[in-house]
């Protein structure tokens, strides 16, 4: 049985880092109603875990929308002047699916051991039951992606 069965690649995607966020939902709905407001489409959404009074909170975004997202960003640093944020462009989202992935262990050890292999450095992963998304730079996802196919034969 094949465990991921398609892999689907987004190209120009910004990395948006938002360090020393305070923690809790309020910040959270603020930067993301501020985003919705700012038509900025976010796909991948990860938080760290707690460090004292703060958290890191990343997203993706396309690229085309950085100058929007710096605005935004501008605007929230002048209630939470703590907040810094960090934007990297230029990256590629690469997502593997497989409906049959909640039945198994051990998917996500295999991919990452795949990764490791082809030398990728991993700028953020998120995942849901059926899929796994990794977001590479842009110089290296041609060898990633290449990997991954070859891997499980996509």
């Known amino acids: 049985m094949k465990t991921i069965t398609r892999m689907d690649i987004t190209n120009d995607v910004a990395l948006v880092t938002l360090n020393k966020v305070p923690a809790g939902c ?4 603020r930067i993301f109603s501020a985003l919705t407001e700012a038509e900025i489409n976010v796909d ?3 938080q760290s875990a707690l460090t004292g009074p703060y958290v890191s909170l990343s997203f993706t975004a396309d690229g085309n929308d950085i100058g929007k997202i710096m605005e935004v960003t501008a605007k929230i640093r002048e209630t939470y002047p703590t907040v810094k944020p960090l934007v990297s462009n230029n990256n590629v989202k690469i997502s593997l699916f497989g409906e049959e992935m909640p039945e198994y262990f051990g998917i996500a050890a295999g991919v990452f051991h795949v ?3 082809a030398g990728a450095e991993v700028l953020l992963i998120t995942t849901s039951l059926v899929d796994i998304s990794v977001l590479v730079s842009a110089a290296a996802a041609e060898d990633v992606q290449e990997a991954l196919q070859k891997a499980y034969d996509l």
């Open 115 to 117: 990764l490791a292999q």
């Open 44 to 46: 991948m959404i990860s």
């Open 26 to 29: 309020e910040f959270t709905d």
